[in-house]
């Protein structure tokens, strides 16, 4: 019983830790991306495809997150 | 079909982990996840067929549509990622592309309402595909010198060898394939999840306490987040294609 509540706990704290890294960085990779596009707007769309890329690999910890609270939340 | 199959199919789920169960209905272990995917299946193909099935010197309406998603994915993704020799991987990138668009966009189709990709199944296939994929073509252009190259990054101290082989070996051939097809799996559960939470409570509301300003607000979600699935299923289908060219270009310039 003890064991489950702690499973809880922990995947309650595993994602919501989790989301704090790639929250601050995905904001950096936008912010900076929107300052690249309004330097050079020529270059918009390349920036844009580097800034999806980089949202992506960014995102993936807080999802390694996410499955982490499904994984607890199976075992409790 | 007999009624107590067709109540498995439109199957009332009981808690969060039955997103990963895998019930079988029909003969083969087919459910319904199995049905729609051969139901996007098919329409891919007659989206890819159907416009095109008589050459014309002006394309349909849905052809200007089609050639404009398909000019998208092979300049936008494949040729601007891979480069010059791009036109030797379309046969992976341009269906698993539309594969993937009708996959996703299930989540909010009306009357299936739900997101394929959600089972990890086939996000895990796609992503092993990927990898056999980008390992195949660095071995045939380098040889085995694509291990040697992959793991070892030019202009590294000796001593440090010892850390950073095994970081390669981690990040190239074990987390790129895990980390695509769990961003694809994750992203879908989530906004499935949310749209369940969102829809479930307008729907407890309304017979609960039938009131108006109880049930809009969560209704008023449901809507907006409706909308922003759209956005994240194209989103994920673009990703997903657009990291497979990324992975396949570095395995044909391992040497930089």
Avoid: C
């Amino acid at each position: 019983m003890q064991a489950d509540a702690a499973a809880l706990i922990g995947a309650g704290l595993a994602y919501g830790l989790a989301a704090i890294g790639p929250g601050v960085g995905i904001g950096i990779v936008v912010g900076n991306a929107v300052q690249a596009m309004v330097r050079q707007p020529e270059m918009a769309g390349q920036v844009r495809t580097t800034m999806f890329l980089g949202i992506a690999f960014t995102e993936a910890l807080a999802l390694f997150g996410l499955l982490l609270f499904f994984i607890l939340f199976g075992a409790a | 079909m007999t009624a107590p199959i067709l109540a498995q199919i439109v199957e009332v789920p009981s808690d969060v982990n039955h997103l990963f169960d895998w019930p079988a209905v029909l003969p083969f272990g087919i459910n319904r996840v199995v049905l729609l995917m051969f139901l996007a299946t098919l329409a891919t193909f007659l989206f890819l067929y159907i416009p095109f099935r008589k050459p014309r010197a002006v394309p349909s309406k849905m052809g200007v549509v089609v050639e404009t998603l398909v000019t998208f994915v092979r300049n936008g993704i494949a040729r601007d990622t891979i480069g010059p020799g791009s036109t030797k991987y379309e046969w992976l990138l341009i269906p698993m592309f539309f594969w993937l668009l009708f996959l996703n966009l299930f989540e909010i189709t009306p009357l299936i309402h739900f997101p394929v990709t959600s089972r990890m199944a086939i996000p895990a296939f796609l992503a092993v595909l990927v990898w056999i994929t980008f390992v195949f073509v660095g071995l045939k252009k380098h040889g085995l010198s694509y291990i040697k190259h992959s793991l070892i990054p030019s202009g590294v101290p000796k001593l440090l060898l010892v850390l950073v082989i095994p970081v390669h070996l981690l990040s190239t051939f074990l987390i790129r394939p895990i980390s695509l097809a769990v961003r694809l799996f994750a992203n879908m559960i989530a906004g499935h999840i949310m749209l369940a939470v969102f829809f479930l409570t307008t729907a407890s509301y309304f017979v609960f306490e039938p009131k108006i300003v109880a049930f809009a607000i969560p209704l008023a979600f449901a809507i907006v987040i409706t909308a922003f699935e759209i956005f994240v299923a194209v989103l994920q289908a673009y990703i997903f294609t657009l990291l497979t060219a990324v992975y396949i270009e570095s395995s044909i310039n391992v040497e930089h």
